[in-house]
Nanobody, 119 residues
Framework: QLQASGGGSVQAGGSLRLSCAAS????????VGWFRQAPGKEREFVSV????????SYADSVKDRFTISIDNGKNTVYLQMNGLKPEDTAKYYC??????????????WGQGTLVTVSS
């Protein structure tokens, strides 16, 4: 089970760090991603850190502002969000999939944590 935390309310330009903890399992062998869903919009990809090489990628909208990282000892993936904008307001979800999954779909999901950015 994945547990996302760290959301909150900040003003534009502020920072938050989201955490995704894996209970009862390790992230070894898994790609871990962050997604978000704003009110009235579809869920969208934010960032991913892969198992192989722990490479990272980001949506263009968050590149150079957000950083994804992993602490294997704590079985936790982080999303450091700097320079937050009102358009970053959304519920953020972490998700995982085995690195060898052929479908490419994430199938373990956390419950989400709400981020609200005011102007």
């Amino acid at each position: 089970q994945l547990q996302a935390s760290g959301g909150g309310s900040v003003q534009a330009g502020g920072s938050l760090r989201l955490s995704c903890a894996a209970s009862g399992r390790s992230f070894v062998g898994y790609d871990v991603g962050w997604f978000r869903q704003a009110p009235g919009k579809e869920r969208e990809f934010v960032s991913v850190i892969t198992y192989r090489g722990r490479t990272t990628s980001y949506a263009d909208s968050v590149k150079d502002r957000f950083t994804i990282s992993i602490d294997n000892g704590k079985n936790t993936v982080y999303l450091q969000m700097n320079g937050l904008k009102p358009e970053d307001t959304a519920k953020y979800y972490c998700a995982a999939k085995h690195f060898a999954s052929t479908s490419g779909e994430f199938y373990y999901w956390g419950q989400g944590t709400l981020v609200t950015v005011s102007s």
